[in-house]
């Protein structure tokens, strides 16, 4: 076990150098390493639990979250959440952001995603709520053997003396140390993602516009109707879409069809969303919790996705149209 939290705290040790260095390449690897070790403790959470339950089999017959312990022993790391909610003093607004954290950790490192303008205030920011939950885990003892050798950096957080006896909350006074260092500020995390929202506004703020002046003379329309047509199209050529017209009986050519679907399906978004959008932004930059700042960023991404998609697509599609023209009439 002491070689386990040696281990642990020797990753985000190396995580917060990575970190320091305020460079997204290095806040990737940052926050690779914090995400790591989050997940090792989350499984040992488990794992002790199972001990335990072994140890005395009379409570496992009556243990009320076998299944979910079953779970966490597995390899579903929301299942690891769902069970250190439970069993480990984790809060649900601890869970909820490291929920979201390990969402974008499986994306820089297995969708490669890069979320440039995000990593380098999101790494710190999970570091220090890493570092603040890890630090309430008391493992059940320390084995320790005369052979075995503590990794270098994890030195500086474990105290040895010439029989090898190691403090018992030398783990959770590392991870205070170390959330210590990183000196994370709320402010700036939040204001980060208030910045990423407003960009990602303004580019939408300008998609709707292209859409609404359309190319030709006399396809000019309002950025309500804009915003419904977009999504009308895209529905036209979706599975979705079309089994919805089925449902309902409907037969006619394309052009009828998106006009149908504008004005019969129901829309999530029938007006254009941009002042709406704006002021929750507003509100994410006005607040003072980074848990709430992020949950409000993610969920605002989440909700929009499939617009924001459909607006890039036709504003590309418009754009991609006026270079033509603008080729055609240069004689290209």
């Given at each position: 076990?002491?070689?386990?939290?040696?281990?642990?705290?020797?990753?985000?040790?190396?995580?917060?150098?990575?970190?320091?260095?305020?460079?997204?390449?290095?806040a990737r690897f940052g926050i690779m390493l914090t995400d790591n070790a989050v997940e090792l403790i989350l499984h040992q959470i488990a794992k002790d639990k199972a001990s335990d339950l072994k140890m005395y089999a009379w409570q496992k017959e009556t243990y009320?979250?076998?299944?979910?312990?079953?779970?966490?022993?597995?390899?579903?790391?929301?299942?690891?959440?769902?069970?250190?909610?439970?069993?480990?003093?984790?809060?649900?607004?601890?869970?909820?952001?490291?929920?979201?954290?390990?969402?974008?950790?499986?994306?820089?490192?297995?969708?490669?995603?890069?979320?440039?303008?995000?990593?380098?205030?999101?790494?710190?920011?999970?570091?220090?709520?890493?570092?603040?939950?890890?630090?309430?885990?008391?493992?059940?003892?320390?084995?320790?053997?005369?052979?075995?050798?503590?990794?270098?950096?994890?030195?500086?957080?474990?105290?040895?003396?010439?029989?090898?006896?190691?403090?018992?909350?030398?783990?959770?006074?590392?991870?205070?140390?170390?959330?210590?260092?990183?000196?994370?500020?709320?402010?700036?995390?939040?204001?980060?993602?208030?910045?990423?929202?407003?960009?990602?506004?303004?580019?939408?703020?300008?998609?709707?516009?292209?859409?609404?002046?359309?190319?030709?003379?006399?396809?000019?329309?309002?950025?309500?109707?804009?915003?419904?047509?977009?999504?009308?199209?895209?529905?036209?050529?979706?599975?979705?879409?079309?089994?919805?017209?089925?449902?309902?009986?409907?037969?006619?050519?394309?052009?009828?069809?998106?006009?149908?679907?504008?004005?019969?399906?129901?829309?999530?978004?029938?007006?254009?969303?941009?002042?709406?959008?704006?002021?929750?932004?507003?509100?994410?930059?006005?607040?003072?919790?980074?848990?709430?700042?992020?949950?409000?960023?993610?969920?605002?991404?989440?909700?929009?996705?499939?617009?924001?998609?459909?607006?890039?697509?036709?504003?590309?599609?418009?754009?991609?149209?006026?270079?033509?023209?603008?080729?055609?009439?240069?004689?290209?």
């Amino acid at each position: 076990m002491l070689l386990f939290l040696a281990s642990v705290i020797e990753q985000l040790d190396l995580a917060l150098e990575q970190i320091s260095k305020g460079d997204v390449h290095y806040a990737r690897f940052g926050i690779m390493l914090t995400d790591n070790a989050v997940e090792l403790i989350l499984h040992q959470i488990a794992k002790d639990k199972a001990s335990d339950l072994k140890m005395y089999a009379w409570q496992k017959e009556t243990y009320e979250h076998q299944a979910v312990l079953d779970n966490a022993l597995g390899r579903n790391f929301d299942a690891k959440i769902r069970f250190a909610k439970i069993a480990g003093s984790l809060s649900d607004e601890t869970a909820q952001t490291i929920t979201i954290m390990h969402g974008y950790r499986n994306e820089v490192y297995h969708v490669g995603l890069k979320h440039e303008s995000l990593l380098p205030a999101l790494a710190p920011f999970y570091f220090d709520v890493a570092c603040g939950y890890l630090s309430s885990y008391r493992p059940k003892g320390l084995g320790w053997s005369s052979n075995q050798k503590l990794p270098e950096r994890s030195k500086k957080y474990f105290k040895e003396d010439p029989f090898f006896t190691v403090g018992f909350d030398d783990f959770s006074n590392g991870c205070k140390a170390l959330r210590q260092a990183c000196n994370h500020d709320p402010r700036h995390t939040i204001a980060s993602l208030a910045d990423e929202m407003d960009d990602v506004i303004k580019q939408q703020d300008v998609g709707i516009r292209i859409i609404a002046e359309g190319v030709y003379e006399g396809q000019q329309t309002t950025r309500d109707l804009a915003v419904l047509d977009t999504q009308a199209w895209r529905l036209a050529f979706s599975k979705e879409g079309k089994e919805f017209a089925a449902q309902r009986g409907w037969s006619g050519n394309l052009l009828q069809f998106i006009a149908w679907l504008r004005s019969n399906y129901p829309h999530k978004f029938r007006s254009d969303p941009i002042a709406s959008w704006k002021a929750q932004a507003r509100r994410l930059r006005a607040g003072k919790n980074p848990h709430a700042a992020l949950s409000t960023y993610q969920s605002f991404m989440a909700s929009t996705s499939d617009l924001r998609e459909a607006i890039d697509e036709s504003a590309a599609a418009a754009e991609r149209e006026i270079d033509a023209l603008i080729d055609r009439a240069r004689g290209k």
